[in-house]
């Protein structure tokens, strides 16, 4: 099976103001299971490419980072942007790596910027896809994906026969 997981709010909840994250455990527990059993899985996150490990790593090779996040809410974003980078949230590859064992089996993470994920999910042939947006879940649908919210964990277990 082909499984598509969003990061924030679905694999890592975070709050605004204070700024603090915490691992949400039994979708953790749904992803290893899926990359044990061998599935295909991604992480497909509206979150900016300059707060992934390569974008953030680029950044501070050129000096001050430049924030270029092109999709909606930019103001948002640079102050997301600006907690990831100060280390108060983690960053996604660093954070998969300390909570899912087999992170090293993850296909890809993706970073859409904020833009829609629906062409992306199609492109890579993803069956379900599990995301707090109800927007982004909306879309799936609409293209014959399987969408789930993160919360709805008997549901996800049964459409992934878990």
Request: contains cysteine; charged residues 25%.
């Amino acid at each position: 099976m082909i499984v598509a997981f969003d990061f924030d709010n679905t694999l890592m909840s975070h709050s605004v103001p204070p700024l603090s994250w915490q691992s949400m455990k039994p979708q953790i527990s749904i992803l290893n299971q899926l990359l044990e059993r061998g599935d295909t899985v991604y992480i497909v996150t509206a979150r900016c490419v300059m707060i992934s490990r390569a974008g953030l790593m680029d950044a501070q090779k050129k000096g001050k980072p430049k924030i270029v996040c092109q999709g909606h809410h930019h103001y948002l974003k640079r102050l997301f942007f600006d907690a990831v980078r100060k280390g108060i949230i983690p960053i996604a590859e660093d954070f998969l790596e300390q909570y899912v064992p087999n992170a090293h089996l993850i296909k890809k993470v993706y970073y859409t910027d904020g833009f829609p994920k629906g062409e992306l999910l199609e492109e890579l042939g993803v069956q379900v896809l599990i995301d707090d947006s109800k927007h982004k879940r909306a879309e799936a649908l609409e293209r014959g994906i399987l969408a789930f919210d993160p919360s709805a964990l008997k549901e996800i277990k049964v459409a992934l026969k878990l």
